[in-house]
Every structure is written in structure tokens, then in C-alpha cells.
């Protein structure tokens, strides 16, 4: 079990957190939300649950999120390309994208483009075991 207690150390913002058998200090500003995130959605793999995570603290927080103009997929069976989002209300405004999530046929490449290389944002993605997922899709 892991609890953040607060300490009698000498610095005030420092929090000893237990657990494991262990003590850890931890300096609480060591610790600061990523806002620019990439997350890679793939299939049947729970990435639905996260994309709407991601959408509601996007809300939440007033972050841009990468659309297209209508649709929930970028790109069909192409790989993913920039352009996708050209002549969008948003991409025209000049918007700084926080967050990257929709479905889409990876290109990192250009995702980059979009997300930029300046603010280096968290890329992750979920990962399921194939032989799991084949038993899975089978009838």
C-alpha cells in the first residue's frame, strides 16, 4: 500500500511516502501534471477508456485536443499526415494542441509536427498480449 504522509523534514514541500518496506522522499515539485500528451489508441485494448479520461481532463483543464473537423478517425486506411487537420476553426486560430488521442494509422513523423518538438510531450499507448487478443476475436 502507498500513502503520502506529510513530514516533520526540514524543507515544508517534502513528503515521505511509504510503501514497499521502504521510505521515499519525494520533493512535491518534482512532480507536475504533463499536459502535452500523445496517446496511440489501439485496438481492443481499452483505448476507448482512456481517449475519454484524456477528453474529460482536457475539459476539465481547458486543453486543445487534435480534431478533425467531423469524424472520430484521422486519416482511414492512410497513415496519419498533419494536413489532416488543415482548414480546421482550430488550426487556423493557431491553437497549441495539448493532446493527441483519436484513432488514427501511426506516423510519428508527423504527429511531431503537430505536437511540436519545443514542448516534448508524454507519448504512451496500450499493449495487449496477441495470443490473449487472437482468443479474443475468435467465434
Request: proline share 6%; charged share 20%.
Amino acid at each position: 500500500m502507498l500513502r503520502s504522509t506529510d513530514s516533520t523534514d526540514s524543507h515544508p514541500r517534502t513528503k515521505i511516502l511509504l510503501g514497499l518496506g521502504r521510505e521515499q522522499k519525494q520533493k512535491s515539485e518534482d512532480c507536475n501534471p504533463k499536459l502535452d500528451v500523445v496517446f496511440q489508441k489501439t485496438h481492443k485494448c481499452g483505448g476507448s477508456t482512456i481517449q475519454n479520461i484524456l477528453f474529460r481532463y482536457a475539459l476539465a483543464h481547458e486543453l486543445n485536443v487534435v480534431l478533425p473537423n467531423s469524424g472520430n478517425f484521422f486519416g482511414g486506411p492512410y497513415l496519419f499526415k498533419a494536413s489532416y487537420i488543415k482548414g480546421t476553426p482550430w488550426q487556423m486560430a493557431g491553437l497549441h494542441y495539448h493532446m493527441f488521442c483519436l484513432h488514427n494509422r501511426w506516423n510519428g513523423k508527423e504527429v511531431e509536427k503537430i505536437m511540436g518538438k519545443t514542448h516534448r510531450p508524454l507519448y504512451f499507448t496500450i499493449l495487449r498480449d496477441p495470443v490473449e487478443l487472437y482468443r479474443y476475436l475468435l467465434p
